[in-house]
C-alpha cells in the first residue's frame, strides 16, 4: 500500500516563499512519477507541477512557471514544490499524487495516488 503525506503548508504574505514535501511510504518513490495539484474554494483541482521518475524532466502550469519549482529525492522518498514569490491567488489545498505511469503526466484522473492534501493560504 502506497501512502502520501504532504506537510509545509502554512500562512504566508504575498510575495514570501514556501516549500511544501511530500513522503511517499510503502514502496520506493523512484517507481513512480509525482505530481502537484491544487484546489482553491469554489474550484475544480488543477495541475500545477509533475516530474519524471528519475526527476530528470519537468512541467509546469503557465501560472506557476518561474515561480514553483518541482523536484525529488529519490533516497528520502521525497518530493517537494519550491514555491516563490507567492500570490493571494496561490491560496489552496495543494496534493501530491503518484503515478507509476512512465514520463511526465498533467491529468489527475491518471495518478493513482494521492495525499490528503496541505492547506497554503497566502494574504494580500
Known amino acids: 500500500q502506497v501512502q502520501l503525506v504532504e506537510s509545509g503548508g502554512g500562512l504566508v504574505q504575498a510575495g514570501d516563499s514556501l516549500r511544501v514535501s511530500c513522503v511517499v511510504s510503502g514502496r520506493t518513490s523512484s517507481r513512480y512519477a509525482m505530481g502537484w495539484f491544487r484546489q482553491a474554494p469554489g474550484k475544480e483541482r488543477e495541475f500545477v507541477a509533475s516530474?519524471?521518475?528519475?526527476?530528470?524532466?519537468?512541467s509546469y502550469a503557465d501560472s506557476v512557471k518561474g515561480r514553483f519549482t518541482i523536484s525529488r529525492d529519490i533516497a528520502k522518498n521525497t518530493a517537494y514544490l519550491q514555491m516563490n514569490d507567492l500570490k493571494p491567488e496561490d491560496t489552496a489545498v495543494y496534493y501530491c499524487?503518484?503515478?507509476?505511469?512512465?514520463?511526465?503526466?498533467?491529468?489527475?484522473?491518471?495518478?493513482?495516488?494521492w495525499g490528503q492534501g496541505t492547506q497554503v493560504t497566502v494574504s494580500s
Open positions: 516530474i519524471s521518475r528519475g526527476g530528470g524532466s519537468t
Open positions: 499524487a503518484a503515478t507509476g505511469s512512465s514520463g511526465i503526466i498533467t491529468t489527475g484522473s491518471r495518478y493513482e495516488y
